[in-house]
């Protein structure tokens, strides 16, 4: 059996009932084993795959905590320090219902090779809670917020491991989180990205995930023979992400038709209005429905279905596995030419191959998204010199880092025979800085 196939063998049977952390990890082994064959015998020799897959370190506890009436409630959170070859630990934590461990590996072991790509010095890592912050006071959340920071204290810091926002972890949280770290710990550090512009935060942090995203599927659109303007997109999810691809979007002449949350979707054929989305977002907490509600012609649908209406560019920015076989082939149907993902795996590995040999441009989440993270790096060096970059500054950084991503992908998946292949590219751009750093340190 290849060392590929047995790691992939090692990981389904060390880590039962993970199917989100499994798929990721024969997503990413899968497209390394022309890699590790030409180098087989080192890297079993090293156990590199067996550590690579296995985090350093996996935090689990409990988070009790008080309701407005008095009621006490116990949420279990997580912190995985998964790989430190390159850097601190470094990822976001997301607070949802659906949270646990295996989602929390898939998201961290992501988290390693997207890092890598960035070309900045920042390792892997990923946490969070089953706490759902939708429908509680802001007292409500304040108070989870300090007792999952009183214990996650202990674990972190600037140079050691740093948190960021994600799913359900927005400026709210990262403020409150940060206050109780500085209180415990009586140390002003930049142990958390994604903090408010008064204490430490960097400009162009909230739109960073969003905006890089369009600058990568710019980038490989122009790089096929296309562009965005006049192009018709499509986008899920409502939040951070969604809202700020969608206004980059807009600026690079495209028209966004559609935004979705977890209960249902919008249609709205003129182009979406984002400063009502914001609004109703950001600042209400509200539905889709109050959109739909607020702006004539548009068309509210229960349930889920974005990737049924014709679009030229399509950007998942929900969640995991939300675009399926069903869907790829509705877009491909439908005459779609890109597909770039703004969530962490929100392909499934089914739909990515149809859409693949359909020939659609795919940009996969660890290279499309990683301008969130990118962003917080810029946001730790910030920090670190006591400094606060300009909008321009952190933004045109942000651009080349992206552009730069694309291109190495390009490279990777071209020296490996595999041009076009982004998927490829990617994993094998990530993977080859992390093996080279763990070779480099010895057996740790
Ligand atoms: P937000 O919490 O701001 O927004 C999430 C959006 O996705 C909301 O519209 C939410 O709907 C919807 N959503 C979440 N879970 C589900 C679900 N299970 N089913 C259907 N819809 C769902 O999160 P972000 O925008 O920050 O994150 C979105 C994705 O992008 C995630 O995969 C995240 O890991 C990834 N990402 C985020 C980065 C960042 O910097 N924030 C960086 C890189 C990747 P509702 O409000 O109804 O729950
Ligand atoms: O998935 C991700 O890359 C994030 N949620 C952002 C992580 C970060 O540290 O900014």
Same mark, same amino acid.
């Given at each position: 059996?290849?060392?590929?196939?047995?790691?992939?063998?090692?990981?389904?049977?060390?880590?039962?009932?993970? $199917?989100?952390?499994?798929?990721?990890?024969?997503?990413?082994?899968?497209?390394?084993? %022309? %890699?590790?064959?030409?180098?087989?015998?080192?890297?079993?020799?090293?156990?590199?795959?067996?550590?690579?897959?296995?985090?350093?370190?996996?935090?689990?506890?409990?988070?009790?905590?008080?309701?407005?009436?008095?009621? %006490?409630?116990?949420?279990?959170?997580?912190?995985?320090?998964?790989?430190?070859?390159?850097?601190?630990?470094?990822?976001?934590?997301?607070?949802? $219902?659906?949270?646990?461990?295996?989602?929390?590996?898939?998201?961290?072991?992501?988290?390693?090779?997207?890092?890598?790509?960035?070309?900045?010095?920042?390792?892997?890592?990923? =946490?969070?809670?089953?706490?759902? $912050?939708?429908?509680?006071?802001?007292?409500?959340?304040?108070?989870?917020?300090?007792?999952?920071?009183?214990?996650?204290?202990?674990?972190?810091?600037?140079?050691?491991?740093?948190?960021?926002?994600?799913?359900?972890?927005?400026?709210?949280?990262?403020?409150? #989180?940060?206050?109780?770290?500085?209180?415990?710990? =009586?140390?002003?550090?930049?142990?958390?990205?994604?903090?408010?512009?008064?204490?430490?935060?960097?400009?162009?942090?909230?739109?960073?995930?969003?905006?890089?995203?369009?600058?990568?599927?710019?980038?490989?659109?122009?790089?096929?023979?296309?562009?965005?303007?006049?192009?018709?997109?499509?986008?899920?999810?409502?939040?951070?992400?969604?809202?700020?691809?969608?206004?980059?979007?807009?600026?690079? =002449?495209?028209? *966004?038709?559609?935004?979705?949350?977890?209960?249902?979707?919008?249609?709205?054929?003129?182009?979406?209005?984002?400063?009502?989305?914001?609004?109703?977002?950001?600042?209400?907490?509200?539905?889709?429905?109050?959109?739909?509600?607020?702006?004539?012609?548009?068309?509210?649908?229960?349930?889920?279905? *974005?990737?049924?209406?014709?679009?030229?560019?399509?950007? $998942?920015?929900?969640?995991?596995?939300?675009?399926?076989?069903?869907?790829?082939?509705?877009?491909?149907?439908?005459?779609?030419?890109? *597909?770039?993902?703004?969530?962490?795996?929100?392909?499934?590995?089914?739909?990515?191959?149809?859409?693949? /040999?359909?020939?659609?441009?795919?940009?996969? =989440?660890?290279?499309?998204?990683?301008?969130?993270?990118?962003?917080?790096?810029?946001?730790?060096?910030?920090?670190?010199?006591?400094?606060?970059?300009?909008?321009?500054?952190?933004?045109? /950084?942000?651009?080349?880092?992206? *552009?730069?991503?694309?291109?190495?992908?390009?490279?990777?998946?071209?020296?490996?025979? #595999?041009?076009?292949?982004?998927?490829?590219?990617?994993?094998?751009?990530?993977?080859?800085?992390?093996?080279?750093?763990?070779?480099?340190?010895?057996?740790?």
């Amino acid at each position: 059996m290849s060392y590929v196939d047995e790691v992939i063998d090692l990981v389904v049977e060390k880590n039962p009932a993970q $199917p989100e952390f499994h798929q990721a990890v024969k997503e990413v082994l899968e497209s390394l084993r %022309v %890699v590790i064959e030409a180098n087989e015998e080192a890297y079993r020799k090293d156990a590199l795959l067996e550590r690579l897959v296995t985090p350093e370190r996996q935090l689990l506890f409990r988070v009790p905590w008080v309701d407005d009436k008095g009621q %006490v409630h116990v949420n279990n959170a997580f912190r995985v320090q998964f790989n430190s070859a390159i850097g601190p630990y470094k990822g976001g934590l997301r607070l949802h $219902p659906s949270v646990n461990l295996g989602i929390i590996k898939f998201l961290g072991f992501e988290q390693i090779f997207k890092n890598s790509l960035t070309g900045l010095p920042i390792g892997g890592g990923k =946490g969070g809670s089953d706490f759902d $912050p939708k429908g509680k006071s802001d007292r409500e959340v304040m108070a989870f917020c300090q007792s999952f920071m009183t214990e996650l204290s202990k674990y972190i810091g600037a140079d050691t491991d740093v948190p960021a926002g994600d799913i359900g972890t927005g400026a709210r949280e990262i403020g409150y #989180m940060f206050g109780q770290y500085k209180r415990i710990r =009586g140390v002003y550090e930049g142990v958390l990205t994604g903090k408010g512009l008064s204490y430490g935060g960097s400009l162009a942090r909230t739109e960073a995930t969003g905006y890089g995203l369009l600058y990568l599927t710019e980038e490989m659109l122009r790089c096929n023979g296309h562009d965005l303007n006049g192009k018709t997109v499509v986008i899920s999810g409502s939040g951070n992400v969604a809202i700020y691809a969608a206004q980059k979007a807009q600026q690079l =002449g495209a028209k *966004v038709v559609t935004v979705s949350d977890s209960t249902g979707w919008v249609y709205d054929k003129d182009g979406i209005d984002v400063a009502l989305l914001k609004e109703i977002k950001e600042v209400k907490r509200a539905r889709l429905t109050e959109y739909a509600k607020a702006k004539p012609g548009v068309e509210y649908h229960e349930g889920r279905g *974005v990737w049924t209406i014709p679009c030229d560019v399509a950007l $998942p920015c929900a969640t995991q596995n939300e675009l399926d076989l069903e869907d790829a082939k509705a877009l491909v149907a439908g005459g779609c030419i890109a *597909v770039a993902e703004g969530a962490n795996m929100p392909t499934t590995m089914e739909a990515t191959e149809y859409l693949q /040999k359909n020939g659609i441009l795919f940009a996969p =989440g660890k290279a499309a998204n990683a301008g969130g993270v990118a962003t917080s790096a810029l946001e730790m060096s910030q920090n670190s010199e006591r400094l606060s970059w300009t909008f321009e500054e952190v933004d045109g /950084k942000l651009k080349h880092i992206m *552009v730069n991503i694309f291109h190495n992908l390009d490279e990777a998946a071209k020296k490996y025979g #595999m041009e076009g292949n982004y998927v490829a590219g990617a994993n094998i751009a990530g993977f080859l800085k992390v093996a080279d750093a763990m070779t480099a340190q010895g057996i740790v």
